[in-house]
């Protein structure tokens, strides 16, 4: 079973099950849900809205007889954290609760990864009981926020009517106070992080028994927003650059336990050699659909390791390839298109280009699979209508 199917990162992980003939059936939060499209999905189940995970998944392991879960969203794995690793004869393919406790928590990763000798950017955390003003003269500028657990803060946010940012900068101490300020009311606030030159750079490993059964990295071409956020664009990296750093990674994720896979970010800053690390993403994350479509099948890897007991080494090259997430692309252009910005023009025609690219494909879009864009364009127009009304 594959929880969470409603996004490209679910879509991926049943396509690459379902291409090494693992029967799965999906399971999303409405009808609507994607991965549910998918002619490699046997079925879709559309899961309660208002109970917890144990409540319902142990009649659904038994109904459908499944082996194995995959789940997707951090919410998610923080409940299934709760349950035993074997649940109903199902085996539970999701981060045990100490290591993962770890790496949702920036602070502790930060501390970890410092620990272990990799770089880190400075950073403070504010509390209610700060002098705010006192702080910010000694920060070096630009500085970047995010909250330190992001799972924690969204019920004191939804409570408090704020929105979550993932990200937010400031360039000034009167930028960066006006934003701490909005959080007074809550008693809680994001971490603040001096800003780290360089290009996105994520490391991708499998981790199984203290060792990377299979690694894969990626760097960064395109964001939405453009200053820095979600990957849009992005291309593979041959394992034979940044090997050392990769082998870093795989060391931290030993420290802190790891089990399964594991995305380690870093900003690498060419003009100085220095890897920056951003964070860890604990689960299967945002740019898996470029990992699978070079051949770097990190689901079927681990139910391959996991559930078939096989232990054979996974080949370890992949093929060089970019992947596109279209709709965040499409709105990174318009953003730019509305700023001031002397690179709107250039903006423009790569936007355009990229579709001529036979070497780029997307996160959401597969000719031998097309049911998960149809379906994608019709929650488009549905939301679309929902506005309009």
Known sequence: ?????????????????????????AIGR?????????????????RPSDRPIADWLP????????????????????????????????????????PLGIVLDKSQTLAAADDAGLLVPDSWQP??????????????????????????????????GLDFEKVAYADTPGALLTILRRYN???????????????????????HRGKAALRFQHQRLREYPASGGVSTYCESVPLTQHAGQMEKSEQLLRAIGWEGPAMVEYRYDKATGN???????GRFWGSLPLASQCGAHFAWE???????????????????????????????????????????????????????DSATGYYVWWSRDPGPLWQDMKNVFRRLLRLES
């Open 1 to 25: 079973m594959v929880l969470g199917v409603d996004t490209p990162i679910g879509l991926t992980v049943v396509r690459e099950l379902g291409q090494h003939g693992v029967p799965v059936v």
């Open 30 to 46: 409405t009808k609507g849900a994607i991965g549910g499209a998918s002619r490699f999905a046997q079925t879709l189940l559309v």
């Open 59 to 98: 009649e659904i392991i038994r109904d459908t007889g499944a082996s194995a879960l995959f789940a997707i969203s951090e919410g998610d794995l923080l409940e299934l954290a709760e349950l035993p690793p074997v649940v109903a004869g199902c085996q539970i393919m999701t981060p045990r609760k100490k």
């Open 127 to 160: 509390f209610a009981t700060d002098d705010l003003e006192a702080h910010l003269a000694a920060l070096r500028y630009p500085v970047v926020l995010k909250w330190s657990d992001p799972p924690s803060v969204m019920t004191a946010l939804q409570s408090a």
């Open 185 to 207: 009311a809550l008693g809680q606030y994001p971490l603040v992080q001096t800003y780290c030159p360089g290009q996105g750079l994520g490391q991708m490993l499998l981790m």
């Open 275 to 281: 890897y920056w690390l951003m964070e860890v993403n």
């Open 302 to 356: 681990q139910y391959r390791i996991a559930v078939l007991g096989e232990t054979k080494a996974a080949a370890t090259g992949y093929r060089q390839r970019r992947a596109r997430y279209l709709i965040p692309d499409t709105r990174r252009l318009v953003e730019l298109w509305r700023s001031p910005s002397l690179g709107r023009a250039d903006a423009l025609v790569d936007y355009f280009a990229d579709f001529f």
